[in-house]
């Protein structure tokens, strides 16, 4: 194979390689975006939330969030975010929004600017913990 031959064949596999990760990252962000779009943020009932603490979930491609939401009295007492991944720099900032959970007793609080999705990621993953505590 002459030397010519080896350039062009390492750099068509190189294209092709771009191509395949660039429509798979297209593919995967158009999904993302689905997701978020499509959360649809409600407070629970509190009087039929038991006392305990609950882990809740919640997974969309890019940014996933694992919270324990503890619950006495019918009150959130404390939400800690187990754990939270993201994409980008700015998403920690959206942690802070527990704190307005527990304050307002609610699911209905301001998401944080810049972080908008990674907020509602986290408020959606306090609701599934919410409702796995419902009688």
């Known amino acids: 194979m002459t030397?010519?031959?080896?350039?062009i064949t390492v750099v068509?596999?190189?294209?092709?390689?771009?191509?395949?990760?660039?429509t798979w990252l297209v593919i995967s962000m158009g999904n993302y975006r689905r997701i978020v779009s499509e959360i649809e943020l409600v407070t629970p009932n509190l009087t039929l939330v038991q006392d305990g603490?609950?882990?809740?979930f919640f997974d969309a491609i890019r940014v996933s969030a694992d919270v324990s939401v503890t619950v006495k009295n019918h009150?959130?007492?404390e939400v800690v975010i187990n754990k939270h991944n993201y994409g980008y720099d700015r998403?920690?900032?959206?942690?802070?929004?527990?704190?307005d959970v527990v304050d307002s007793q609610s699911l209905e609080v301001d998401a944080v600017s810049g972080a908008t999705n990674s907020s509602k990621v986290i408020l959606k993953a306090v609701q599934n913990a919410l409702e796995s505590g419902m009688d």
């Open 53 to 56: 603490t609950y882990n809740g």
């Open 91 to 99: 998403a920690t900032a959206a942690e802070v929004v527990i704190i």
């Open 75 to 77: 009150r959130i007492t």
């Open 3 to 7: 030397k010519k031959r080896v350039i």
């Open 12 to 22: 068509g596999l190189v294209v092709v390689a771009v191509l395949i990760f660039g």
